[in-house]
């Protein structure tokens, strides 16, 4: 299913239509509980996360919080690592008795938190999960519009976007983390490069947490592909690109899956960096008023935290929707009984600041939502579809 720009800013204008001012809550607080890599490999994005999650929670009390009570949530810090994520989430269902549960950042440990909600029949909305043919919890809901079929649509819509060039590539390098999500999107890349006839001049794979990429780079130079597909995530394309900067080579395409935004955009290196996203801090995208709110107020704070990147862009914005998803389960099931929530997300859908969003496909997976955006003028922009794209926005190739 394809959305139309009209459709999605209808959907997305309609989010959260909501009075701007609401009784004060009162009551018996509700408490929420998730885990986040507030330390570790993943911090650097998951610290976005954090601060678009306080945000909510202000703007969910300011809105009378949830059933008339007001809202409270608990994160603790799964330091990057899923086994860890497994335990707090235990803790936050069995010791913090939390009346709801938010999903963490990462594939693994959302993996594990998945596991843990499954067990004691708690929802479980997450917002980055990378893999969803492994998401067979019925009660579980993805802000990460990636489709049931990631591995073939991401690919496809990448290299379309490439195809509309003046010169699309014909040999492709992928080089990738063993990072689950990652790992099997570049896997992914490999099968449909290959239909569309693009010749594969390397394949690398490296262990999640290396930091030594200097071989890796010279064999990327060697092998001189038109196109550069990264399956990294955090810095690991950062130091990818740094270690072929000390050896004179830079591609000349490179997209990265899901890259640090601030380190990537700060990087000289970076530049025309190509990636995919849900969301960008640019028109259509912030023409309602929901998103052109949330923008405001997560720049103000971003650069009052000093994030590396200090707009909204897609880990923000799916984040944003994990939110919105869960804040929509319960007043629409006006409960929070897990089993009627879950039950009304399935049978209804949702509007968020990325579109309005179903949850009746496969694993609870809806559309394929993801665009692709590049670095440009220090900003990341969408490119591809053309109609999403940020004002007088084209892709660039060298």
């Given at each position: 299913?394809?959305?139309?720009?009209?459709r999605?800013?209808?959907?997305?204008?309609?989010?959260?239509?909501?009075?701007?001012?609401?009784?004060?809550?009162?009551?018996?607080?509700?408490r929420?509980?998730?885990?986040?890599?507030?330390?570790?490999?993943?911090?650097?994005?998951?610290?976005?996360?954090?601060?678009?999650?306080?945000?909510?929670?202000?703007?969910?009390?300011?809105?009378?919080?949830l059933?008339?009570?007001?809202?409270?949530?608990?994160?603790?810090?799964?330091?990057?690592?899923?086994?860890?994520?497994r335990?707090?989430?235990?803790?936050?269902?069995?010791?913090?008795?939390?009346?709801l549960?938010?999903?963490?950042?990462?594939?693994?440990?959302?993996?594990?938190?998945?596991?843990?909600?499954?067990?004691?029949?708690?929802?479980?909305?997450?917002?980055?999960?990378?893999?969803?043919s492994?998401?067979?919890?019925d009660?579980?809901?993805p802000?990460?519009?990636?489709?049931?079929?990631?591995?073939?649509t991401?690919p496809?819509?990448?290299?379309?976007?490439?195809?509309?060039?003046?010169?699309?590539?014909?040999?492709i390098?992928?080089?990738t983390?063993?990072?689950?999500?990652?790992?099997?999107?570049?896997?992914g890349?490999?099968?449909?490069?290959k239909?569309?006839?693009?010749?594969?001049v390397?394949?690398?794979?490296?262990?999640?947490?290396?930091?030594?990429?200097?071989?890796?780079?010279?064999?990327?130079?060697?092998?001189?592909p038109d196109?550069?597909?990264?399956?990294?995530?955090?810095?690991?394309?950062?130091?990818?690109?740094?270690?072929?900067?000390?050896?004179?080579?830079?591609?000349?395409?490179?997209?990265?899956?899901?890259?640090?935004?601030?380190?990537?955009?700060?990087?000289?290196?970076?530049?025309?960096?190509?990636?995919?996203?849900?969301?960008?801090?640019h028109?259509?995208?912030t023409?309602?008023?929901?998103?052109?709110?949330?923008?405001?107020?997560?720049?103000?704070?971003?650069?009052?935290a000093?994030?590396?990147?200090?707009?909204?862009?897609?880990?923000?914005?799916?984040?944003?929707?994990?939110?919105?998803?869960?804040?929509?389960?319960?007043?629409?099931?006006?409960?929070?009984?897990?089993?009627?929530?879950?039950?009304f997300?399935?049978?209804?859908?949702?509007?968020?600041?990325?579109?309005?969003?179903?949850?009746?496909g496969?694993?609870?997976?809806?559309?394929?939502?993801?665009?692709?955006?590049?670095?440009?003028?220090?900003?990341w922009?969408?490119?591809?579809?053309?109609s999403?794209?940020?004002?007088?926005?084209?892709?660039?190739v060298?």
């Open positions: 299913m394809t959305f139309s720009r009209r999605i800013l209808a959907a997305a204008g309609a989010s959260l239509a909501l009075p701007a001012l609401a009784q004060a809550p009162s009551g018996q607080t509700i929420i509980g998730s885990t986040l890599a507030l330390t570790g490999p993943l911090s650097a994005t998951a610290l976005t996360h954090k601060l678009v999650g306080e945000i909510y929670m202000e703007q969910l009390n300011k809105r009378g919080g059933l008339g009570r007001p809202v409270q949530w608990i994160v603790k810090d799964d330091q990057s690592k899923p086994d860890l994520a335990t707090l989430y235990e803790q936050l269902v069995t010791s913090d008795k939390v009346d549960l938010m999903g963490p950042y990462a594939t693994g440990a959302i993996l594990s938190a998945m596991a843990v909600a499954q067990r004691y029949n708690k929802v479980l909305v997450h917002h980055t999960f990378g893999i969803p492994l998401a067979k919890y009660m579980q809901f802000a990460w519009s990636l489709g049931p079929k990631p591995e073939e991401v496809a819509t990448l290299l379309d976007a490439l195809a509309s060039t003046r010169k699309p590539p014909k040999t390098a992928v080089v983390s063993k990072f689950p999500s990652v790992h099997f999107l570049s896997l890349m490999r099968e449909v490069a239909k569309r006839g693009l010749k594969e390397l394949f690398l794979e490296w262990d999640f947490g290396n930091r030594d990429f200097g071989p890796i780079a010279a064999r990327v130079k060697d092998a001189k196109l550069l597909f990264i399956g990294d995530i955090g810095l690991e394309g950062n130091m990818l690109l740094d270690a072929m900067k000390k050896i004179d080579y830079a591609p000349p395409l490179h997209f990265h899956l899901y890259p640090a935004p601030g380190p990537m955009i700060k990087s000289p290196e970076g530049d025309k960096a190509l990636s995919v996203t849900i969301f960008e801090e028109p259509p995208f023409n309602s008023g929901t998103a052109a709110e949330f923008v405001k107020v997560f720049d103000e704070r971003a650069a009052a000093n994030l590396p990147y200090a707009h909204v862009e897609v880990q923000a914005a799916a984040s944003y929707t994990a939110w919105q998803i869960l804040e929509a389960g319960v007043r629409g099931a006006n409960s929070l009984d897990d089993r009627k929530i879950a039950d997300l399935k049978k209804n859908k949702v509007d968020t600041i990325q579109g309005r969003l179903r949850f009746n496969p694993n609870n997976y809806g559309d394929d939502l993801m665009k692709i955006k590049q670095v440009q003028g220090g900003l922009k969408v490119v591809w579809p053309t999403f794209a940020a004002p007088g926005a084209t892709l660039q060298q």
